[in-house]
């Protein structure tokens, strides 16, 4: 089973700051790698598949890249709408597996 | 729109059967496309992908390592839903438990059922 290791656990952001939150894969991935967010008390969305393609509907300011091991996802200007849990997810071998999170909270 | 409306019990008793239903709108179990999935979420286990069913001229089953003696999903095609059945649950399998539709990725989920495991 593919292990994904999220970091860092919690990144304290002012809103209008930029995000940077990893992702790292046991082995290669390829480019199977999605970003979901969370909020308390929801289910998680889709925001990011095949590691740098939006979802329909999620804006611009989140942008993923990486392939292989390492990958990133980028919240540019950090909105109060966007502070939550957020998770990645491979698909490149069953079972399809996930970080344990990063929470993004208000500095 | 895709919609997907979880029913269960939140509640089940250790060594017993932990049983949900998820009632897909605007898609087709059937679907040449999409696939059905249980997922769960603790504490402890984090997110855990528990299994899928999908239709490519048969049906098709996976399941994660981890519950694969324990675990069925079943479609059921005249209602137009899935099913979880986790057979002899222990307060481990306490989860918030998500259905989810996606061939490798969860596009849409159901609202999340808490089951609690306990006597």
């Known amino acids: 089973e593919i292990v994904m290791t999220q970091s860092p656990a919690t990144l304290s952001v002012s809103p209008g700051e930029r995000a940077t939150l990893s992702c790292r894969a046991s082995?290669?991935?390829?480019?199977?790698l999605a970003w979901y967010q969370q909020k308390p008390g929801q289910a998680p969305r889709l925001l990011i598949h095949s590691a740098s393609t939006r979802a329909t509907g999620i804006p611009d300011r989140f942008s993923g890249s990486g392939s292989g091991t390492e990958f990133t996802l980028t919240i540019s200007s950090l909105q109060s709408e966007d502070f939550g849990f957020y998770y990645c997810?491979?698909?490149?071998?069953?079972?399809?597996?996930f970080g344990q999170g990063t929470k993004v909270e208000i500095k | 729109q895709v919609q997907l409306q979880q029913s269960g019990p939140g509640l089940v008793k250790p060594s017993q059967t932990l049983s949900l239903t998820c009632a897909i709108s605007g898609d087709s179990v059937s679907s040449n496309s999409a696939a059905w999935n249980w997922i769960r979420q603790s504490p402890s286990r984090g997110l855990e992908w528990l299994g899928r069913?999908?239709?490519?001229?048969?049906?098709?089953?996976d399941y994660a390592d981890s519950v694969k003696s324990r675990i069925t999903i079943n479609p059921d095609t005249s209602k137009n839903q899935f099913s979880l059945q986790l057979k002899s649950v222990t307060p481990e399998d306490t989860a918030v438990y998500y259905c989810?539709?996606?061939?490798?990725?969860?596009?849409?989920w159901g609202q999340g059922t808490l089951v609690t495991v306990s006597s």
């Open positions: 997810q491979q698909y490149e071998n069953w079972p399809w597996t």
């Open positions: 082995q290669s991935v390829s480019s199977d």
């Open positions: 069913t999908y239709y490519r001229s048969q049906w098709y089953y």
């Open positions: 989810a539709r996606g061939r490798v990725i969860a596009g849409h």
